[in-house]
């Protein structure tokens, strides 16, 4: 049983690189969310997707896009990655009418 | 606006003692509340949430409407009871989740 699976893990990056990061949920949930996690700072919403082909932004979306091509996957995108994008991500998912949110396993970007 | 207050980002108590890790938040309508831990090298995951009023992990926690709290409480910590605390709160009829700034919670033998 999955549940949530982020791909990679681990990824270290130049500025200026560009990267996706995949967010793929076997639940059959509606709603999708990407967050950060930062140190002191909790977690604070990217963007996030009310359903196939919809997204929209959360509280700290500058310098990423997303897409919700298909139900089950969830893409973050970093077009011109920067130091200050030196994060823990972390995808969540959560179905309607149930806003308990399972989140995957989280995925630690350095950039250098 | 939203908003969800962890005012101790560091809670060190020893085996045994009493635990309650402070929420406050801040909404116009009437919320879900949830708590989400996450242990060391472990994904986040729920705790426990308002509207089950369930004890989970020896873990309570009630919702003062009134003094807008979410403090989650346990008697009796254990030392596996280690890990990061996030409150969370969840707008009336949406699904998109705030959370607070987390606590860590050290319990030492």
């Known amino acids: 049983n999955a549940g949530v699976t982020q791909t990679p893990k681990f990824r270290v990056l130049k500025t200026g690189q560009s990267m996706t990061l995949l967010c793929a949920q076997d639940?059959?949930?509606?709603?999708m969310y990407w967050y950060r996690q930062d140190p002191g700072m909790g977690l604070r919403l990217i963007h996030y997707s009310v359903g196939e082909g919809t997204t929209a932004k959360g509280e700290v979306p500058d310098g990423y896009n997303v897409s919700r091509l298909k139900k089950q996957n969830f893409l973050l995108g970093l077009e011109s990655a920067a130091p200050s994008q030196t994060s823990v991500y972390f995808c969540?998912?959560?179905?309607?009418?149930?806003?308990?949110?399972?989140f995957g396993q989280g995925t630690r970007l350095t950039v250098v | 606006a939203q908003r969800v207050t962890q005012p101790e980002k560091l809670l060190s108590v020893f085996k045994g003692a009493p635990v309650e890790l402070k929420c406050n938040y801040s909404?116009?309508?009437?919320?879900?509340l949830f708590w989400y831990v996450q242990y060391s090298r472990q994904r986040l995951q729920l705790l426990l949430r308002?509207?089950s009023r369930e004890s989970i992990k020896g873990f309570t926690a009630d919702l003062n409407k009134g003094e807008t709290s979410f403090h989650l409480k346990k008697p009796f910590a254990q030392e596996e009871d280690s890990a990061m605390y996030y409150c969370a709160l969840s707008p009336t009829g949406f699904q998109k989740l705030v959370f607070g700034t987390g606590t860590r919670l050290l319990v030492s033998p």
């Open positions: 639940m059959n949930h509606e709603y």
């Open positions: 308002h509207i």
């Open positions: 969540a998912s959560s179905g309607q009418g149930n806003t308990e949110a399972f």
């Open positions: 909404y116009s309508g009437s919320p879900e």
